[in-house]
């Protein structure tokens, strides 16, 4: 099994000086390997998007690491960005351009020649039925729509490491299904996935492994298996029960 994520101790610290210091995240440590979805876990500001911005190299940790694909997000920023694909909350598309024109201008930027992007473009738009909008103005499309643009933005230069931060928040039961059937299917192809949601249905048909964050420190890691049997309980209820437990 080849590991491709390694936290280790990441920490973050807002603030500080004149400002009040915030601990997001506190001596995380975990990892996720070729071919696993890596369940990230927890309420509103537990410091998930923290953890996976500082994996993504948005920000920089306090003190700890990670490896992304044998490089280390604090030494060779440039190395991970290349090696991953980040998936935000708040990533935008630009309104005047089509999906197809976003996943060119993208391909571009990771330095891939016109052929393989329009290959790579067929691809995903059969994988995530984005076919009949493929020439659309993204302002004309439905939200469902645009995170399946969004989700091919990430993928398109095929890197070994996704980081998918709630990737079906506030969409229709159809587009939920079809983006939890192409992690899948990354699985499948041997892909590292980080994945946060809320949820639990979502955990319960993908996550090989999680993590439970409260309060910015871990409170569980293992897998599902285990989590129940720590609890006693159905996987909603394990997962309030830990959080229980950490107050």
Same mark, same amino acid.
Request: proline share 3%; aromatic share 6%; no cysteine.
């Given at each position: 099994m080849t590991v491709l994520v390694e936290a280790r101790g990441l920490t973050?610290?807002?603030?500080? /000086?004149?400002?009040?210091?915030?601990?997001?995240?506190?001596?995380?440590?975990?990892s996720c390997a070729a071919g696993e979805v890596f369940g990230l876990l927890g309420p509103n500001g537990a410091g998930?998007?923290?953890?996976?911005?500082?994996?993504?190299?948005?920000?920089?940790?306090?003190?700890?690491?990670?490896v992304i694909a044998g490089h280390d997000v604090v030494r060779e920023p440039d190395r991970v960005r290349a090696s991953i694909g980040f998936l935000s909350g708040?990533? /935008?598309?630009?309104? %005047?351009?089509?999906?197809?024109?976003?996943?060119r201008y993208f391909g571009r930027?990771?330095?891939?020649?016109?052929?393989?992007i329009r290959r790579r473009t067929d691809e995903l738009a059969a994988l995530l039925d984005m076919s009949d909008f493929l020439d659309k103005r993204c302002d004309r499309l439905s939200s469902g729509?645009?995170?399946?643009?969004?989700?091919?933005?990430t993928v398109l230069h095929d890197p070994p490491v996704l980081i998918l931060d709630e990737p079906t928040v506030g969409l229709d039961i159809?587009?939920?299904?079809?983006?939890v059937e192409f992690v899948k299917d990354r699985r499948q192809q041997g892909k590292c996935v980080i994945f946060s949601t809320h949820i639990m249905g979502e955990v319960s048909r993908l996550c090989d492994r999680l993590a439970i964050v409260h309060h910015? %420190?871990?409170?569980?890691?293992?897998?599902?298996?285990?989590? %129940?049997?720590?609890? /006693?309980?159905?996987?909603?209820?394990?997962?309030?029960?830990?959080?229980?437990?950490?107050?």
């Open positions: 973050k610290v807002y603030g500080g /000086g004149r400002r009040q210091a915030t601990l997001a995240a506190e001596n995380l440590s975990f998930k998007t923290t953890t996976l911005r500082m994996l993504s190299t948005v920000v920089s940790p306090t003190s700890g690491t990670a708040n990533t /935008g598309l630009y309104p %005047r351009l089509s999906p197809r024109e976003v996943l930027l990771y330095g891939m020649d016109d052929a393989l729509m645009k995170q399946k643009v969004n989700v091919a933005r159809l587009t939920s299904r079809t983006i910015g %420190r871990l409170q569980f890691l293992g897998t599902l298996a285990e989590l %129940r049997a720590r609890t /006693g309980d159905d996987l909603e209820q394990s997962f309030i029960t830990v959080l229980e437990r950490s107050e």
